[in-house]
T-cell receptor, first 108, second 112 residues
């Protein structure tokens, strides 16, 4: 089992819809969880982090963490074409491990 | 702050040649990470340093790969000899403790 698993996609949603990105992790000792966005040809950039169970909201983005289910998700409300990118889930135990990423396309 | 600086941005070399990638982390960050990204394998952690000391190099694929961090503001990743399968984008990232990592722009390496 991979340490961090994501659906590779592609995930396609219409503009204005909610995009839901999911991630599961294998190590119950994981304490910190991150979502990075990577545009094609660019480096990953952090958009959200979450440490505690529950929801964390930042603008159009909401991160959700359920440690019992070893599950973390990212919701993007009112999706825009500029949100089209690959979203990487990352988990820290002793160091940061990344999932393979989910490619999101938001169609106008 | 200039962010994480990597050089060169692009490198094209021939199989068997030595390749050296360079990274300057963000000032004040005490952790530095080297990653490799390919379409097939995604983003892989190669090695990371904490306070200039290598902590985990289990991701380094072979003895052909080596990394150094002689001081807090500079690190190198060396491949000798290079092979076509080393072609990838190599990212350097830095952080302060177990916090968010800031990535450099990456070095796109092509080995012919």
């Amino acid at each position: 089992q991979k340490e961090v698993e994501q659906n590779s996609g592609p995930l396609s949603v219409p503009e204005g819809a909610i995009a839901s990105l999911n991630c599961t992790y294998s190590d119950r000792g994981s304490q910190s969880f991150f979502w990075y966005r990577q545009y094609s040809g660019k480096s990953p950039e952090l958009i959200m982090f979450i440490y505690s169970n529950g929801d964390k909201e930042d603008g159009r983005f909401t991160a959700q963490l359920n440690k019992a289910s070893q599950y973390v998700s990212l919701l993007i409300r009112d999706s825009q074409p500029s949100d089209s990118a690959t979203y990487l889930c990352a988990v820290i135990v002793n160091d940061m491990r990344f999932g393979a990423g989910t490619r999101l396309t938001v169609k106008p | 702050d200039a962010g994480v600086i990597q050089s060169p941005r692009h490198e094209v070399t021939e199989m068997g040649q030595e390749v050296t990638l360079r990274c300057k982390p963000i000032s004040g960050h005490n952790s530095l990470f080297w990653y490799r990204q390919t379409m097939m394998r995604g983003l892989e952690l190669l090695i990371y340093f904490n306070n200039n000391v290598p902590i985990d190099d289990s991701g380094m694929p072979e003895d052909r790969f080596s990394a150094k961090m002689p001081n807090a503001s500079f690190s190198t990743l060396k491949i000798q000899p290079s092979e076509p399968r080393d072609s990838a984008v190599y990212f350097c990232a830095s952080s302060s403790g177990y916090n968010e990592q800031f990535f450099g722009p990456g070095t796109r390496l092509t080995v012919l």
